[in-house]
């Protein structure tokens, strides 16, 4: 009897097991439609997240971010899911909707079997996809990669070697590298790292650079971004705090500063040096043999201009002359000599007299000779190098490569210039007056900078976004963006907390620069009869004063970074193509009618409101609006932008 209790329980288990089954079949047979019905919807999720999650990962890659591995796998999952979903779709294509019976039943049991198969392979792949898509990597070394425009010469491996010497010698904490501007400092240095690095000499090898108006703030981000820590929102203690405590978990550590001008407060910064942490090893590079001296440095290098023989070979490379050609070899001679030694010099106008005539090489060693810098006449070697690059710029080939050159000189010293930021204000500037459309404009900006990055007066960064200067450079840029010719006032990234009296008249001025401060008060009203460009930035809850932009009649490109500002200050600034603001409180937007002529509308971190303000549909004549960082922002009306006829990038990132 309890043998066939347990006989019964046995069959009426395997009979329940069985209903589930036998209905899944006769479901396969009788409800094809919803197995279609589910069949898509499921595709259509896999594919929605897939393009949410590529748009993600294209995001972060921008940001230089790493991406999981898991994710990557995910989109490669889904892709071929959806592919391989393709004969599906066509076969439901083919038959349209089956009835509930049809004479093949076998066939459309099959189809409806791999449909529900599919379905829950969507299914599952949905359940795994990773709502974090990435992280931030620890920053590769790219900094330390050396210049191709650049050769070893005797005094930098002579350098090399000193340098090597002290940084393996434990009595040695400080190292000083120094020698005049242009004379490749940075090269070396850059060189060190890469060697320190790859030999594990540290465990750690950082660079930053410093210039002539530190900024601390700017130096520990440099740091934090290498080490990978995230140091925004604190305070400046905060992050030198925060600072301080990682570098202490490093063991030995390389810490490269270019381009010291001023004894530096390492403890204001958040370096632990000296009895802090005696595994910290500091090598700085200056053009002032005194800051060796104040800052202590237990070993001083000098790095000597190139000897004659290797400053002939440095300059006939890059000016295409081959060995033992007659023609041109006694003036090159001559041109190369007036370049002193300076590799910087010799590189620039090696290109820069590149497959020129034999007249144009007299003409060149003329004006080389007859340089003339007043203010500085008593410092030799600087002449020199402001001479040779005043000749390279001279010999650019066309006017938009020079004025493009010049609008480099905008930015503050060391700073990584963004070529959308170029293009913005040559757009606005009206650089390439015969190009309609943003994108045109944003190739020809590049081609610029490609001229000018081959003849060395730009430098690569660590992205093709951006671009630098070199500081001599620079200096030089700003020298010519500042005479009558061109009317530039530059007072960048300096410091600046009010508006700098020291510029007596704004007659014939044609471009202002005090991007890279933090102005708290602007005068009430200024004269600029000509201004066309004018960049700023101020304190955050600084108001511009309502009648500041009156006298600016001309201006066709604004840029202001913090405050507060009333669009109706701008209503007779009715020329302007190119307004920018960045983290600028604005009022009054029904005001930007006003600006019938504006191509270009940058807003970023600037609208509080959930929608774009109806008044940007008014601007008839815009190509590019950009409402990044714009948080609340989550729509943008269809009558207004359906009103921009001739509108082409709209940027809407609002995290």
């Known amino acids: 009897m309890a043998i066939e209790s347990v006989g019964g329980s046995i069959i009426s288990k395997i009979a329940e097991l069985m209903v589930e089954p036998v209905g899944r079949q006769f479901r396969y047979m009788f409800c094809f439609n919803d197995f279609v019905k589910e069949f898509k919807q499921q595709k259509e999720k896999l594919v929605s997240e897939k393009e949410r999650l590529q748009d993600d990962v294209k995001d972060a890659e921008r940001n230089a971010e790493e991406i999981y591995e898991d994710v990557k796998k995910w989109l490669g999952d889904a892709e071929n899911e959806i592919e391989g979903a393709k004969p599906l779709e066509n076969e439901i294509g083919k038959n349209g909707k089956c009835f509930t019976w049809c004479p093949n039943c076998m066939r459309q049991f099959k189809f409806s079997k791999a449909l529900a198969k599919k379905s829950e392979t969507f299914r599952e792949l949905l359940e795994k996809k990773s709502t974090k898509v990435s992280h931030r990597t620890h920053p590769q070394p790219i900094e330390f990669l050396q210049s191709k425009k650049f050769t070893p010469s005797k005094s930098s491996e002579e350098a090399f070697e000193h340098i090597m010497e002290a ?111 005696r595994g910290c090893k500091i090598l700085l590079t200056t053009r002032l043999q005194g800051i060796c001296s104040y800052t202590e440095c237990r070993k001083k290098v000098l790095l000597s201009p190139l000897p004659e023989k290797e400053a002939w070979d440095l300059f006939r490379i890059n000016a295409g002359l081959r060995v033992g050609e007659s023609t041109l070899n006694t003036v090159a001679r001559e041109v190369a000599r007036e370049c002193q030694g300076l590799p910087i010099a010799l590189v620039t106008v090696g290109m820069a007299l590149r497959d020129k005539s034999a007249v144009e090489w007299e003409v060149a060693i003329g004006q080389l000779k007859n340089s003339h810098f007043p203010d500085m006449e008593h410092i030799d070697e ?105 009317g530039f006032i530059i007072k960048a990234g300096i410091g600046l907390k009010e508006w700098p009296m020291s510029i007596k008249s704004f007659e014939a001025c044609t471009t202002i620069s005090l991007m890279g401060n933090k102005l708290t008060e602007l005068p009430e009203g200024l004269e600029c009869p000509q201004l066309k460009v004018l960049l700023l930035e101020v304190d955050y809850g600084m108001n511009v004063p309502e009648r500041f932009f009156e006298g600016m009649k001309e201006i066709e490109v604004l840029s202001l970074k913090g405050g507060c500002l009333s669009l109706q200050s701008l209503e007779l600034s009715t020329k302007l193509q190119s307004l920018v603001l960045i983290m600028c409180e604005c009022k009054d937007l029904i005001w930007l009618r006003k600006l019938q002529r504006l191509k270009i509308l940058s807003l970023k971190r600037c609208l509080s409101n959930e929608e774009l303000p109806d008044e940007i549909g008014e601007l008839k004549e815009l190509r590019l609006l950009d409402v990044t960082g714009c948080e609340r922002l989550s729509r943008i009306p269809e009558n207004v932008i359906g009103r921009l006829k001739k509108l082409e990038e709209v940027l809407i990132k609002t995290n």
């Open 167 to 277: 940084l393996k010698d434990d009595k040695v904490n400080m190292i000083g590298l120094c020698g005049m501007g242009g004379v490749g400092k940075t090269t070396l240095v850059r060189k060190v790292g890469t060697i320190a690095r790859e030999s594990q000499l540290f465990d750690e090898v950082l660079m930053a650079t410093v210039s002539q108006n530190p900024n601390v703030t700017d130096l520990q981000n440099q740091m934090a971004d290498k080490l990978g820590l995230d140091i925004r929102g604190s305070s400046k203690d905060g992050r030198a705090d925060r600072l301080w405590q990682r570098l202490k978990k490093v063991e030995r550590m390389l810490i490269i500063l270019d381009d010291v001008w001023k004894v530096i407060d390492f403890q204001e910064i958040g370096i632990p040096f000296g009895d802090d942490h």
């Open 382 to 486: 600087q002449r020199t190098a402001y001479a040779c690059l005043k000749l390279s710029y001279d010999y650019l080939k066309s006017k938009e490569t020079k004025l493009c050159f010049l609008l480099c000189c905008l930015f503050p010293e060391d700073y990584h210039i963004p070529i959308e930021d170029l293009t913005r204000y040559a757009v606005g500037y009206e650089l390439h007056q015969d190009v309609e459309s943003i994108g045109d404009a944003r190739k020809r900006v590049y081609v610029e900078i490609k001229k000018l990055k081959d003849c060395c007066m730009l430098l690569d960064t660590e992205t093709d976004e951006h671009v630098k200067m070199h500081d001599l450079v620079r200096d030089v840029a700003i020298r010519i963006a500042s005479s009558q010719e061109y």
